[in-house]
């Protein structure tokens, strides 16, 4: 089965995170793809915003459950340790040797992945597909990044063109502080999460 895995604090999870699944998908003719909440993350402090795993987590259920080929993956969510992408791709090997794992990630993650924690353990767990969008770094960056990283890492790494989503979980969390809906930007049921929960509203 080729498994196609998508990391992140989700916080809130947005339409642009269900459209690269569809892209991975469709482009990589993957057979699933998991959405992977990250309960500690290495580089980020949820306590900032103010929603704790459990909403995190909540949010991605409610937003993937129409979508037959994506899957909630909570190992990182159940974990009190911080995360490591290495280890945690690790794992996945370790228990579906049987299974192709193609880790997706951003334009920035992939010119930041040299800084992450053992990044000589994550190329050979998975191929990496490297979100493209026509924004700040250029096609060309980005491939000569990849030649960079096979040299160094014999690394796989294939682009994965996305639709431009003008939008963050930054940018929506700032929305709702300040009073402003986000319903076009996240499915419903997040959207009326959110509301409900009164969740953002002193991030």
């Known amino acids: 089965m080729k498994i196609g895995i998508m990391g992140g604090t989700f916080d809130p ?15 990589f003719d993957l057979d699933r793809v998991w959405y992977m909440p990250n309960g500690n993350p290495p580089h980020k402090d949820t306590a900032l915003t103010g929603t704790d795993v459990h909403d995190r987590t909540e949010m991605v259920r409610l937003a993937i459950s129409s979508y037959k080929k994506f899957r909630l993956e909570t190992y990182e969510a159940a974990r009190n340790d911080v995360s490591y992408s290495y280890s945690t791709m690790e794992y996945f090997r370790g228990i579906y040797p049987e299974d192709d794992f193609y880790f997706i990630i951003g334009a920035d993650s ?5 800084q992450w924690v053992h990044p000589e353990r994550i190329f050979p767990t998975c191929t990496i597909l490297a979100a493209y969008r026509d924004e700040i770094n250029t096609r060309t960056e980005m491939e000569e990044k990849i030649h960079e990283l096979k040299e160094k890492y014999h690394a ?3 682009l994965l063109v996305t639709p431009l989503i003008r939008i963050s979980s930054h940018e929506l969390r700032r929305d709702v502080r300040e009073g402003r809906s986000i319903a076009g930007w996240v499915p419903e049921s997040v959207n009326q999460y959110i509301v409900d929960r009164q969740l953002y509203k002193d991030a």
């Open 13 to 27: 999870i947005h339409n642009g995170h269900l459209m690269l699944g569809e892209a991975a998908l469709e482009a």
């Open 110 to 114: 992939l010119f930041m992945i040299d």
């Open 156 to 158: 796989r790494i294939r």
